[in-house]
């Protein structure tokens, strides 16, 4: 254990998934010195993620919360403030991949449903941290966008729409907030070995393969690729950054 993030109060949402990134996130704060509180709409998961850190010496505590639903945010970020005071670090990490075609009957549907977790999870989040961040003096809030983000990928454009959104946004609060100390910023992950990647890979094998094949690195990234670019922008090495794109692909959209 080191302390770059030393008593620090942190969020990070979606922290049921093992392996998944929001709990690789939430370990690897912990272990530099972070109070983490994970939360995620299945309770049992998250309280395992947060007894797994527990067992590691770290300190971390589990909330259910839906990010789709206003009243759960509410409930967890008063819960959190009544308990810790202050919020520091948001890492707006749940979300869901539903993987339609266009011609697919299903499409306008995931696309609706994708924006509620994705786009509108993030959003009433962000909201929330920034009312929470204005009376503490600042903060960090990240977003977990993805490559999809950024490039096309096949029979995924209900997501890569959801995940475009989530970046534009972020940019858009970080000019707003950027003068009280409210840094907002993107991550893009390309395709990292979580239990979301092996369903998107089940529902998509053929593009799948072709684009493992093509990452520049010659292997999938893993969670904590992720969890430690998410530690520099929670932490305070990264105080002049905000508003920034961070893509951890292993050089995937770099072709
Ligand atoms: N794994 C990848 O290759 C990859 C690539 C790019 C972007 N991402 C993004 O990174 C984030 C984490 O991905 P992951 O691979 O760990 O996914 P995952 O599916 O392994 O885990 C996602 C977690 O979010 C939770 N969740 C889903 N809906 C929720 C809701 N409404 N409220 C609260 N929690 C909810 C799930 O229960 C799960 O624990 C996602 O936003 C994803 O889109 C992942």
């Known amino acids: 254990m080191t302390d770059r993030m030393k008593d620090k109060v942190v969020l990070v949402t979606g922290g049921a998934s093992r392996p998944g990134l ?19 709409i299945d309770l049992a998961g998250v309280e395992e993620s947060a007894a797994l850190i527990r067992g590691q010496g ?3 505590s589990a909330v259910q919360h839906d990010v789709a639903s ?19 670090v948001l890492v707006n990490n749940a979300g ?57 990928f096949r029979g995924s454009a209900s997501y890569a729409a959801s995940k475009g959104a989530v970046k534009m946004f972020s940019k858009s609060v970080a000019l707003e907030v950027a003068a009280e100390n409210i840094r907002v910023k993107t991550v893009h ?11 998107g890979a089940d529902d998509n094998s053929e593009n799948y393969q072709a684009i493992e094949a093509a990452i520049p690195a010659g292997r999938l990234g893993e ?17 002049y950054v905000t508003g920034a ?4 692909d292993g050089g995937y959209t770099a072709q």
């Open 22 to 40: 929001g709990a690789a996130i939430g370990e690897r704060l912990a272990q530099e010195g972070a109070i983490v509180l994970l939360s995620d």
């Open 58 to 60: 770290g300190t971390a």
């Open 70 to 88: 206003q009243d759960d945010w509410d409930r967890v970020m008063s819960g959190l403030l009544a308990e810790h005071g202050r919020l520091d």
């Open 96 to 152: 869901i991949l539903d993987v339609a075609a266009i011609a697919s009957d299903r499409a306008v549907g995931a696309l609706r449903s994708q924006f509620d977790v994705n786009v509108a999870g993030s959003f009433i989040g962000t909201q929330a941290a920034v009312a929470a961040m204005r009376t503490s003096g600042g903060g960090s809030i990240i977003n977990l966008s993805s490559v999809a983000g950024l490039v096309g």
């Open 189 to 199: 992950p390309g395709i990292i070995r979580t239990n979301m990647q092996s369903s």
């Open 223 to 239: 969670p904590r690729d992720i969890a430690n670019c998410v530690l520099f922008l929670a932490s305070d090495d990264s105080t």
């Open 245 to 248: 794109e961070f893509v951890v």
